[in-house]
């Protein structure tokens, strides 16, 4: 159940997922999340997290003004 609203089915779904940072701008594309279906409040697992946080911190290190990362490429 949703935490946000309290009454929405989570269901699953991909969403862009995206930090600034600086000057910087981390763009992940198609990110496997839950999103509910009344509110679209959107959650990740803690696995989706972890590797959200691993490809940001890729990112970071490269430091182009945008970054655009394809979730589902990223090894
Ligand atoms: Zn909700």
Redesign the pocket.
Known sequence: M?N??L??NKLKSKTTFTVEYKECIIVIKNVPCLE?E????VTFTDEVSEKLELLVNTAKKLMQDISVIDYCKAA
């Open positions: 949703c946000a609203c009454n929405g509910c009344i509110c679209g409040e």
